[in-house]
């Protein structure tokens, strides 16, 4: 008697499931079962699809996945329904998967499940009911919180913390194996010490984590006989935990086992399909978190080193001077950008500070950096001003960007700098600027100014550009402040209102005579445009940086006090400043305008500022179309508030006294000196050994008293 005709006696069908082609064949009483005439058939997998009920056919194309992965039996109830969808019978079904992956093919029976008696309780499906909707919960959250982990010990933490709907584990452990070895990583739900002899275990160990590496496959072990009778030689070791179940699963990520998770329970659990089921999505969640996990610490740890083997550090013993410095990467890919600064000592004994940024924010950027930051110490450390050395930089940029043998030549990058010599005994800065912001200074009484410095193209566009200098003097107790674009104009601020937002920092930071609040000033700073962070100079800090940021602040201190233990003597600091526009600049006129108006930000009477930039204005222009040199404006407030004093002082190379003139109502030039004669409460020229000076100064006036209403 054949095999299909004995089943048949016992109303049990045959069917025979081919994944890879899509095709179902069913015996006689099979298709009886599914409502067909009682002859073989084959059908397609969408036709077998609508003889079943749609919510059962979902839960059991689950518990088959998890068959061909285990493979296990896979057994399940499902609704046979007609044409029409109307339930014709129920039956059970229980199959064996073979092959792996998507070629597999499903061998089983079907057999018909009897109708509950009248009066009783019909039996609930495992797949179905409040259990069910518990399962989707818990899994919805799980891989939530899995999915948000980004280091190792967060998914560690995050699976200890699962607790799973009707069965939760008492006991957690995730091991992976490396070069032969089985390692734990982690564990939950035991004391200190009580894993030490499954800390590091050869692959070859009769324990279940190491077989469930080798083979890829999951090991239940429902009751402790069972763990006894497969593994009699580490049974003796877990027996003391109390457990009554485990269960160990694979942890695969892209095809590769890379660990094992093992949950042990402490009430016996048979391990049902719906179990399984859950037991091995949460495995497949948490080796997906480890893998995730693996790649941001590796990405994180190349960062870091990076951003250490990029940045410099700073000398702290600068004689007279205080340093401090901040790099931010933009978010995003390895954080690592073009952004970039750096301190080299000079052969003459003062510093060079050097802050610049290369065009882009990917590895091409930081590449290009790299080579740019060696070249501009080479140049340096032999000796060169600050202008040859840009130069230098320039032409070095442009044969990179200009090398056809480069793959990268298409991509062409420049970059903006500023090199600034700075001598630490008398405070002269020397400074030369590529396209770059820039620098500010925070004057000793606590106000920032922006210095217009003299420039050129970006480094790499013009091999031959000529970079002139600039000469500003830091006086004890001012801070200067230079940085890159990403400081100023993130958060969609342009150079007038980004540096208007640093302003107020700056201005509002508590004053400074020891150079202790530089560190804390350069906090503040960044603070001002991403938000409190966490680190500054070896990591990120922060998730939503649009461009990268390097900024650094020297301070000159001020001189100790001449006693021991006395406390230093500060007056009120005067407000000075000093500015060279160059004959062949005339359009700096405007910045020295702007100057000016800064200085005096704070002076009572608009009319007063108003003649002040007028007069400098005349005095800077006469400079320019009178003489062949360039003009050197110094401008100071000093005195108390109400009874400040500001004096300007317009230098030049020529001994040629101006005269008065009496110009006409058409005359274009002529009225310099009637101007000042006008506007200065005093004025002067004074001739030097080599040129002469033109001054003039104005009082600020008394605040008046409204008597009336005293009275």
Not at 412 to 441: K, M
């Amino acid at each position: 008697m054949r095999t299909e005709d004995v089943l048949a006696a016992v109303a049990t069908g045959l069917w025979h499931w081919d994944n890879a082609s899509r095709r179902v064949t069913f015996d006689a009483e099979a298709a009886r079962l599914l409502g067909m005439p009682p002859t073989r058939v084959e059908l397609t997998e969408s036709a077998a699809r609508a003889r079943f009920h749609a919510v059962d056919w979902v839960e059991v194309q689950g518990i088959i996945n998890l068959a061909v992965a285990e493979g296990t039996l896979a057994e399940a109830r499902i609704r046979v329904v007609d044409e029409e969808g109307r339930v014709l019978r129920t039956v059970r079904s229980r199959t064996r998967p073979f092959g792996h992956g998507g070629d597999y093919t499903l061998v089983g029976t079907i057999e018909e499940v009897p109708e509950p008696q009248p009066g009783t309780t019909a039996a609930r499906t495992p797949v179905t009911g409040d259990w069910r909707r518990n399962r989707e919960a818990f899994l919805l959250d799980a891989g939530r919180a899995l999915a948000e982990a980004r280091s190792t010990a967060e998914v560690l933490r995050v699976a200890a913390t699962l607790s799973m709907p009707g069965f939760e584990p008492s006991g957690l452990a995730v091991f992976v194996g490396e070069g032969g070895r089985v390692k734990l990583i982690g564990h939950h739900g035991y004391a200190p010490g009580d894993m030490e002899e499954f800390l590091d275990q050869p692959m070859d160990t009769g324990y279940p984590a190491a077989e469930v590496i080798r083979t890829g496959r999951a090991v239940y072990l429902p009751s402790p006989e069972d763990y006894r009778r497969r593994f009699p030689t580490i049974y003796p070791l877990v027996e003391r935990f109390g457990r009554r179940s485990w269960a160990f699963l694979p942890l695969i990520n892209a095809g590769r086992t890379i660990g094992a998770w093992m949950a042990g329970f402490s009430i016996p659990v048979s391990f049902t399909p719906d179990e399984r089921s859950v037991l091995t999505t949460v495995a497949r969640m948490l080796a997906q978190a480890l893998g995730r996990a693996s790649v941001h610490e590796s990405e994180r740890e190349l960062t870091v080193g990076l951003q250490r083997s990029m940045m410099p550090t700073l000398r702290p013993d600068v004689p007279g001077m205080a340093v401090a410095a901040r790099y931010v990467p933009t978010g995003g890919g390895l954080e690592v950008g073009g952004d970039w600064y750096d301190m080299i000592p000079l052969p003459s004994g003062k510093i060079a500070l050097v802050i610049g940024d290369v065009q882009g924010h990917d590895v091409r950027a930081a590449g290009l950096m790299g080579q740019l930051r060696i070249a501009l110490r080479a140049y340096a450390s032999e000796g060169h001003h600050p202008d040859a050395v840009l130069s230098r930089a320039s032409r070095f940029l442009a044969g990179i960007n200009g090398d056809e043998d480069s793959e990268a030549s298409a991509d062409q990058r420049f970059a903006t700098c500023l090199y600034i010599e700075a001598c630490p005994n008398s405070g002269l800065l020397v400074i030369a600027r590529a396209g770059h912001p820039d620098p500010a200074i925070r004057l000793s009484d606590g106000t920032m100014l922006v210095r217009p410095t003299a420039g050129g193209l970006p480094l790499g566009i013009v091999p031959d550009t000529d970079y002139p200098i600039t000469r500003i003097t830091l006086e004890p107790g001012e801070t200067m402040l230079v940085c890159t674009d990403g400081l100023i104009e993130t958060g969609g601020h342009d150079l007038e209102t980004g540096w208007n937002r640093l302003r107020e920092v700056v201005e509002g930071h508590p004053a400074d005579h020891n150079g202790g609040n530089l560190e804390k000033l350069a906090d503040a700073l960044v603070q001002a445009v991403h938000g409190p962070p966490s680190h500054y100079t070896t990591g990120p800090l922060i998730d939503r940086r649009e461009d990268d940021i390097a900024l650094l602040l020297l301070r000159r201190e001020l001189p100790a006090p001449a006693e021991v233990g006395a406390p230093p003597a500060v007056p009120r600091p005067p407000r000075r400043t000093v500015l060279t526009i160059a004959q062949a600049e005339p359009e700096r006129i405007a910045e020295a305008r702007q100057h000016i108006r800064d200085l005096m930000h704070d002076w009572p009477d608009p009319d007063q500022t108003d003649s002040a930039v007028l007069m400098v204005s005349e005095m800077v222009t006469n400079v320019l179309v009178h003489t062949d040199g360039d003009a050197l404006l110094m401008a100071e407030i000093s005195g108390r508030p109400g009874e400040r004093r500001i004096r300007v002082d317009v230098e030049d190379a020529s001994d040629e006294l101006p005269h008065r003139r009496h110009p006409g109502e058409m005359a274009s030039s002529g009225r310099g000196l009637v101007l000042m004669e006008l506007l200065a409460e005093a004025w002067g020229v004074d001739p030097r050994g080599e040129g002469k000076n033109i001054w003039f100064e104005l009082h600020e006036a008394p605040m008046e008293t409204d008597f009336e209403a005293i009275t």
